[in-house]
């Protein structure tokens, strides 16, 4: 499986726009880009997705490297319920399971 | 989007016993998963739960210690067999065909 690489550890003031990158060089043609978040005490959450196209949803954005080496999700304005280990995670296409990398996780300051 | 529920939430058991660990999915689906979570660690997969056969194990899971059954398409268990302190750790079921995958909260297991 290709792999990704994440910051162990981000901090960002609340109200302010976050931006968690990703590398993957060594993605293919057929890699999905996933992110995942996990709340204090939960299951993972599906943040959002994308194969080469930046994408928005009402969570986040993610915006794919050209070369689809590296990507950032966007979250545009941070608040405390944000704080959160935040997952980059490459799944194959025709692949049903998820492969979890070690995560960032995200503090949010009041 | 479905909704995962996972009972018990949390137990504390005595080594060399065993627990069931059961999921509940609310729509049916074709693809279920177990995953374990290790104190301050990510997610590693455990299994496939299969509907109609065998679950399919990820290296070093075996059946022996982790079997799961899956008789429908809406629900699943999960076995922690012969319990150590090393398995000690938040078992989590997912589910989804497509995109995204559903988790549930998951199970927080503690062996003394």
């Known amino acids: 499986d290709a792999k990704t690489t994440q910051p162990n550890s981000m901090e960002s003031n609340e109200e302010e726009p976050v931006h968690l990158p990703c590398n993957h060089s060594?993605?293919?043609?057929?890699?999905?880009i996933h992110w995942y978040r996990q709340l204090p005490s939960q299951g993972p959450e599906y943040v959002i997705h994308?194969?080469?196209s930046n994408v928005n949803n009402r969570m986040a954005s993610l915006a794919i490297a050209e070369d689809r080496k590296s990507s950032t999700l966007i979250l545009h304005r941070a608040t405390l319920r944000d704080a959160a280990v935040y997952y980059c995670?490459?799944?194959?296409?025709?692949?049903?399971?998820?492969?979890f990398g070690s995560g960032t996780q995200l503090t949010v300051l009041p | 989007s479905a909704v995962i529920s996972q009972k018990p939430s949390r137990d504390i058991c005595q080594r060399g016993t065993s627990l069931t660990i059961q999921c509940q999915v609310d729509?049916?689906?074709?693809?279920m998963f177990w995953y374990r979570q290790q104190p301050g660690q990510s997610l590693t997969l455990i299994a496939t739960?299969?509907?109609?056969?065998?679950?399919?194990?990820e290296s070093g899971f075996v059946i022996d210690k982790f079997p799961i059954s899956r008789p429908n398409l809406t629900f699943s268990t999960l076995t922690v067999s012969n319990m150590s302190p090393e398995d000690s750790s938040i078992y989590l079921c997912?589910?989804?065909?497509?995109?995204?995958?559903?988790f549930g909260d998951g199970t927080r297991l503690s062996i003394l």
């Open positions: 997912s589910a989804g065909d497509g995109q995204p995958q559903h």
């Open positions: 060594t993605i293919s043609g057929t890699d999905y």
């Open positions: 994308g194969l080469t």
């Open positions: 995670i490459l799944r194959l296409g025709s692949a049903r399971q998820l492969t």
């Open positions: 729509s049916q689906v074709t693809m």
């Open positions: 739960a299969n509907q109609g056969s065998e679950a399919t194990y």
